[in-house]
Nanobody, 123 residues
């Protein structure tokens, strides 16, 4: 069982930066593929970024490529999402997700989810 807790959300002006953190509670956190998703008001939850536990490979949604960076520190049981050059359309609740087998872009593939953290970007 893996419990995830996100933090780091807040209000920022367009062009600014935020770093989200997702702390895992399990002893096998280092063996989980991790993903970030977001859900804006009135929209479906969408994939943002993912990182593999096995080789550290990463993937990103086209909308955030070049602006967001996913990373992990297994010693701290934490995965990060560094968000730069934020835009108003990045406003959403951001969720981290974990799975021991799946490392794709579909939310259905992830077994464990955090409660979410709100990111609001003002214009």
């Amino acid at each position: 069982q893996e419990q995830l807790v996100e933090s780091g959300g807040g209000l920022v002006q367009a062009g600014g930066s935020l770093r989200l953190s997702c702390a895992g509670s399990g002893r096998t956190f280092r063996l989980f593929h991790m993903g970030w998703f977001r859900q804006a008001p009135g929209k479906e939850r969408e994939f943002v970024a993912a990182i593999s536990w096995s080789d550290g490979s990463t993937s990103y949604a086209d909308s955030v490529k070049g602006r967001f960076t996913i990373s992990r520190d297994n010693a701290k049981n934490t995965v990060y999402l560094q968000m730069n050059s934020l835009k108003p359309e990045d406003t959403a609740v951001y969720y981290c997700a974990a799975d021991s087998n799946y490392r794709g872009t579909s939310q259905e593939g992830y077994d464990y989810w955090g409660q979410g953290t709100q990111v609001t970007v003002s214009s």
